[in-house]
């Protein structure tokens, strides 16, 4: 069941990608999801990239997954089961038609606010500033995160290097590049799109022979 669900949600993602943030499955695991959001460019994470798992349990969508962010944040305890209304902590307000995109929209909407909740940290805006300029320098060294998101560390590099020569658009505080428009580039988002198309191919891949013990070799078209 929510192998099938997930597998059309990986598809919808390859063809229409969230702005600011991006979510691809672990390759040998349709039911863990890796996400990265880049922080809100009129708030205190400003400049941070934030990495985190989603766990779908295998009723999806008729129950919801637990969430956790493991990029210090400021806001949430890292890898801890964060206490969401789309959570597993409340399964009672869960909605199965509910997404992975709008899980995603309300994650991101739920950290610029200051409610607290199970999971959440207090912390003052420089500190969440800090955090936000580290934040690369932690993602970095998480194996999953360097797997998943190759073309997010290269346009980091990319920018910070601009930035450090006096080219692009600035740098936030500590160093980390931010955009002007508080997004990635269109470029980037070229990239992040065909990576995560190549992603998807590999995880379908996967999951075909895996469910039916077939290597499938039709082409990207089974997946787009």
């Not at 708030?43 to 985190?52: D, L, M, Q, V, W």
């Not at 999953?144 to 740098?171: C, M, N, Q, W």
């Amino acid at each position: 069941m929510a192998v099938a669900r997930l597998q059309k949600e990986l598809k919808l993602l390859a063809k229409d990608p969230l702005p600011s943030m991006l979510a691809r499955p672990h390759p040998n695991n349709l039911l863990e999801w890796h996400y990265c959001l880049e922080g809100a460019s009129d708030t205190a994470y400003a400049g941070g990239t934030y990495h985190g798992k989603i766990i779908f349990p295998k009723e999806y969508p008729f129950k919801p997954p637990s969430i956790m962010m493991w990029t210090p944040s400021g806001r949430f305890q890292p890898n801890t089961r964060l206490c969401l209304s789309m959570s597993d902590f409340h399964p009672e307000s869960w909605n199965p038609m509910w997404s992975l995109s709008s899980i995603m929209s309300g994650l991101q909407s739920f950290m610029v606010e200051s409610t607290p909740t199970q999971g959440s940290v207090n912390t003052t805006n420089a500190e969440k500033r800090q955090l936000a300029a580290a934040s690369m320098a932690h993602n970095v060294k998480n194996a999953t995160f360097r797997k998943l998101y190759p073309d997010v560390i290269e346009a980091h590099a990319a920018a910070a290097a601009a930035a450090a020569s006096g080219g692009g658009g600035g740098a936030a505080r500590g160093g980390t590049p931010t955009r002007v428009a508080g997004g990635w580039t269109t470029l980037e988002m070229v990239k992040h799109a065909i990576v995560g198309v190549a992603i998807a191919w590999m995880v379908y891949k996967n999951v075909r022979r895996l469910t039916s013990g077939e290597d499938d070799d039709d082409g990207l078209d089974a997946v787009l």
